[in-house]
């Protein structure tokens, strides 16, 4: 399971979730978003890297990530 940690008010987090509806079009993406403000352990193990993109905790991309990054995360 894939999970998108992100926080309100984010702009690399909206580019991040617009970047992974453009990759569902071509493969089949499930994930859950967490909004890391509502935990403080996640907000303070995440506030300088959202958005991140984890699989079952473990990160495959974080920060500034779009189409290509998660090409390569996850499909080679």
């Known amino acids: 399971m894939y999970t998108l940690y992100t926080r309100p008010n984010c702009g690399l987090c909206e580019q991040a979730k617009s970047a992974i509806r453009l990759f569902q079009e071509d493969f089949p993406l499930e994930y859950r978003e967490v909004n890391i403000e509502e935990d403080e352990q996640l907000h303070e193990k995440y ?19 779009g189409y290509g990054e998660l090409l390569e995360a996850l499909v080679f």
């Open 47 to 65: 506030m300088l890297m959202i958005p991140v993109l984890a699989e079952n905790e473990h990160i495959l991309l974080y920060g500034n990530f």
